[in-house]
C-alpha cells in the first residue's frame, strides 16, 4: 500500500485536483507540499493537530514539507468559517506567535538541509507595492468566481470586509511564491480552505503555465459535535504551559465511542490491521482502546515519559484515588478576598471552567466537588484553612485539579 493508499483508508482526504497525478507525486516521494499555519495563538492547538500528524506522514514517506507560518496573512485574518471579522493583532504579536508555533512544529517535524523548511510569509507580503500587485495579481482573478466560493458565501448576509475579501489573493499569492521561489508543488489543508487553495493552483497555471496541486483533508469533530481544540476549560493547546500533558490525554482518553476509531486512524502512526482488531471491539474493551488513542497521541505530543505519568495518573485517579501525577493549580494570598474565595472563582483559576457563570451553572447542575463532597451552594466559599492540607476540586466525572496554596 502507497502513501496515498494509506491517506484514504485512514479516512483523512476529503477532495483533491488531479488525483492520479497527486498519487504518482506522493507515492513516489516527489511532492513538496506546504501547509499554511495563521499565528492567532501563542501555541498551536489540536485543530492543527491533523495537518501536523499529515506532514509527518508526508515526510516518512519521502516528501519535502513546507511549514508556512502567517505572519503576513495573519494581519488580515481568514474569513473562512467566522461569522464576524478576526480581532486584530499587532505586529509584535503576530511575530511573537510565528516563534511559538517554529518551536512546537520541531517535535513533529523534522527540519534542515535537504529535509522540512519553514518559511513565513510576511517575507513577501508585509513589503508588497499594492499598485505592482494588483497589476500583477488582480487580472487573474474572477471577482464572480470568489463571491461563489464558500469561504466568503457564508459571509455576504452578515457583513464581508475587503479586508477579508483580500485574504484569497494573499493565499493563491503564497502558493505561487512557494512554487517559483522554493519548488513547492502542492498544497494541502483543511476541507474549508479549498477555495483559497484553488485560488493559489489557478494563480500559478494562469501566470506560468504549470501544474500545481491542492489536496484537502477531512477535518475531524469529537462526540459532542463541536470542532477539535475545545473542552471543559476552553481550547487544547499543545503547548504544556496552556494544556498539561495529563489535560491532554484526558481529552483523548474521553471521546466518543464511535469517533475512537475514526481518531485511532486518522491521527496514530499504528498499523491499519492493528486498528482493525480494535473495531471488532464492544463494550468496556472499548475504554482499552481510549487509553491506545491518549498515550500515543500524548507521547507525540510531549513524549513517552509525559504519556507514561499521565497514563498512571489517570488510572490511579479512578482505581484508588491517589493524587500523584494529577494535574495541579496553584493560588495565593492575593486570590482570597476578606480571608476567603468563592467555589466559582476557584473553578476559574484552575482552568475547570473559563467562567464564573459556567462555574456557576456547573455548581447548579451537581457536577462539581471539593474533597470527594458534591457542592450544590453557589455562594459555597473556601477559607485558607481548608487548603491546609491536599485540597482536590473536581468538575465533572473525569476533571480533577490539587489546588496548591502557596
Not at 494573499?170 to 483559497?196: A, H, I, P, R, V
Not at 489536496?215 to 463541536?226: A, C, F, Q, R, V
Not at 473495531?279 to 488513542?293: M, Q, V
Not at 482570597?336 to 468563592?342: A, K, N, Q, R, Y
Amino acid at each position: 500500500m502507497g502513501v496515498y493508499e494509506e491517506l484514504i483508508a485512514r479516512g483523512l482526504i476529503a477532495q483533491t485536483t488531479d488525483e492520479a497525478e497527486i498519487r504518482e507525486l506522493v507515492n513516489a516521494g516527489k511532492a513538496t507540499f506546504y501547509i499554511g499555519f495563521d499565528p492567532t495563538a501563542d501555541s498551536l492547538h489540536v485543530g492543527h493537530f491533523m495537518a501536523l500528524c499529515l506532514m509527518k506522514r508526508l515526510q516518512m514517506a519521502g516528501n519535502k514539507p513546507i511549514a508556512l507560518v502567517g505572519g503576513g496573512t495573519g494581519m488580515i485574518g481568514d474569513p473562512s468559517g467566522r461569522s464576524d471579522m478576526r480581532k486584530m493583532m499587532t505586529i509584535e504579536q503576530i511575530d511573537h506567535n510565528c516563534e511559538c508555533f517554529k518551536k512546537q512544529m520541531s517535535r513533529f517535524i523534522e527540519f534542515g538541509e535537504g529535509k522540512a523548511m519553514m518559511v513565513n510569509n510576511a517575507d513577501w507580503l508585509r513589503n508588497l507595492n499594492f499598485l505592482d500587485f494588483m497589476r500583477e495579481i488582480g487580472p487573474c482573478f474572477s471577482v464572480n468566481d470568489m463571491l461563489r466560493a464558500r469561504c466568503y458565501v457564508n459571509r455576504l448576509e452578515q457583513g464581508l470586509s475587503f479586508l477579508e475579501f483580500s485574504y484569497m489573493l494573499m493565499q493563491g499569492y503564497d502558493f505561487y511564491k512557494l512554487y517559483t521561489d522554493y519548488g513547492c508543488n502542492m498544497e494541502f489543508g483543511g476541507d474549508d480552505q479549498w477555495s483559497n487553495m484553488l485560488a493559489g493552483t489557478e494563480l500559478i497555471r494562469k501566470k506560468l503555465g504549470k501544474n500545481a496541486y491542492a489536496m484537502t483533508i477531512n477535518l475531524l469533530t469529537n462526540s459532542e459535535g463541536k470542532k477539535m481544540g475545545k473542552t471543559v476549560g476552553g481550547a487544547v493547546w499543545l503547548d504544556p504551559a496552556k494544556t498539561s500533558p495529563y489535560e491532554f490525554y484526558q481529552y483523548w482518553r474521553n471521546v466518543g465511542d464511535q469517533d475512537v476509531i475514526k481518531c485511532l486512524k486518522m491521527l496514530t502512526f499504528l498499523p491499519l490491521e492493528e486498528i482493525a482488531e480494535m473495531e471488532k471491539w464492544e463494550g468496556a474493551e472499548l475504554n482499552k482502546a481510549k487509553e491506545k488513542l491518549a498515550y500515543e497521541l500524548t507521547a507525540l505530543v510531549h513524549g513517552e515519559e509525559e504519556a507514561t505519568k499521565a497514563d498512571v495518573a489517570a488510572k490511579a485517579i479512578f482505581v484508588s484515588g491517589t493524587t500523584e501525577n494529577m494535574p495541579e493549580s496553584e493560588i495565593t494570598a492575593e486570590d482570597f478576598v476578606d480571608g476567603s474565595i468563592e467555589l466559582t472563582s476557584l473553578l476559574v483559576k484552575a482552568g475547570l471552567v473559563k467562567s464564573k457563570t459556567e462555574g456557576r451553572r456547573a455548581v447548579e447542575q451537581g457536577g462539581v466537588s471539593v474533597n470527594g463532597e458534591k457542592i450544590t451552594d453557589v455562594k459555597y466559599t473556601l477559607t485558607e484553612a481548608d487548603f491546609a492540607e491536599e485540597l482536590i476540586l473536581k468538575r465533572g466525572k473525569k476533571n480533577f485539579r490539587k489546588i496548591i496554596l502557596k
